[in-house]
């Protein structure tokens, strides 16, 4: 009996749906996708016309790795690899993966890079460079000594959702107020807030090596609110930081599978800002499948079929995120549609995220993208000319 490859997924994405589950099919072994929102995945991948032969979907509380293992053994499943792409599933992931000897991440380490305070507690520990900072349960009143300005966050938040820099204390009053208006039961973090450019490290490991794939450096809108304006693959700021952020990642634990983490240039140096123990996401993940020459899903599935980490080549095609912000709320009433274009060295995605006639509420995140275009090109002059040249054709009308 062929042992299956078992994936766990929350919420249906496109890089699980169109990514992942296409990829894991090509290995020819049994497929299983195990959810707490089976007829979601289902429905996702109907509508993404994507077919994955072979697939079965079973429902259970993803969250409880006994609940899982308990449910493979009842089915009679080994799993010949298990494999998650979800923030909130890695710490049960690596269980798992445990649990049936699968190639896999440390679930300590899991649980500390998906917890913002427990992350911040081990840099601590480990001597690394780290902000001041302060866990406010429900309720909690702020620390006297809090050093202004700080950014105010979840603990276990997710992109720049209800991530706000207070300059005194009556606006860390106002935000915590709102805050738990709106979400009684969660704790908050404070953090000293660290002024500096922001890039990303993208990583591979095989438990034994990690390596350094590339980064993107980032463009954010002005504070208060840290929204993502743009990233430009392997910028000048990525570059020239990478040994001294590949130094950090390691050193916290991170040696295993696929790894996205932010980083803060300080005056003093780079400083890790958040690690996202899955691959990067917001459609970069498809960026840099077609980009890199191995691609990127079949990467990161091999090293969960415990292959060893291939020495990768690089590239030298230029990319770029751009993301398209609303500027204020309101009703869409035009806007341009998505397509997609390739032409000798040239690659052109636009994803329209609204439709005309929704209703745009701003939330000052990633929720207020209207739309998101990403490009590739033979080298960074080509690039900035393309990207001229398909930004202004761009239109949308809020009213």
Not at 276 to 295: A, H
Request: include cysteine.
């Amino acid at each position: 009996m062929q042992r299956p490859i078992v994936i766990l997924s929350h919420v249906a994405t496109h890089a699980v749906c169109e990514g992942f589950l296409p990829t894991a099919q090509r290995h020819g072994q049994p497929l299983l996708l195990l959810t707490d929102h089976a007829q979601e995945h289902w429905r996702h991948l109907a509508d993404a016309q994507v077919t994955v032969d072979g697939l079965e979907i079973l429902e259970c509380d993803v969250f409880n790795p006994l609940a899982v293992i308990e449910l493979l053994h009842a089915h009679g499943q080994r799993p010949l690899a298990v494999f998650s792409n979800s923030d909130h599933l890695q710490t049960s992931c690596a269980l798992i993966a445990e649990a049936f000897a699968c190639p896999g991440k440390d679930w300590q380490i899991c649980h500390a890079a998906k917890n913002k305070a427990e992350m911040r507690e081990r840099l601590q520990r480990l001597g690394l460079p780290g902000p001041w900072f302060k866990v406010l349960t429900p309720g909690a009143q702020p620390p006297a000594d809090a050093p202004f300005p700080l950014v105010a966050k979840p603990r276990e938040g997710v992109a720049s959702l209800d991530v706000q820099l207070c300059r005194n204390a009556a606006e860390l009053a106002d935000y915590c107020a709102a805050f738990w208006q709106r979400q009684p039961s969660r704790a908050l973090l404070l953090e000293a807030y660290m002024e500096g450019p922001l890039f990303t490290l993208e990583t591979l490991g095989d438990g034994q090596r990690l390596q350094a794939i590339g980064g993107f450096d980032v463009t954010l809108s002005p504070p208060p609110h840290f929204v993502e304006l743009e990233a430009r693959w392997n910028g000048p700021l990525s570059r020239a930081n990478r040994s001294a952020a590949l130094a950090q990642v390691a050193a916290f634990g991170v040696n295993f599978g696929v790894c996205h983490s932010e980083f803060i240039l300080t005056a003093n140096g780079p400083v890790l800002v958040e690690i996202n123990y899955r691959s990067i996401g917001d459609g970069r993940e498809f960026l840099l499948d077609r980009l890199l020459p191995q691609g990127w899903f079949e990467r990161i599935l091999a090293l969960h079929l415990g292959e060893p980490l291939d020495d990768s080549e690089s590239s030298s095609a230029a990319a770029l995120v751009h993301y398209l912000v609303a500027p204020h709320g309101g009703r869409l009433l035009a806007a341009s549609g998505s397509f997609r274009q390739e032409d000798h060295g040239y690659w052109t995605d636009y994803c329209a995220l609204h439709e005309v006639g929704e209703e745009i509420r701003l939330s000052n995140s990633n929720k207020d993208y209207l739309g998101v275009l990403r490009l590739i090109a033979p080298d960074e002059a080509a690039l900035q000319g393309h990207f001229d040249a398909v930004r202004s054709d761009l239109r949308w009308e809020l009213a």
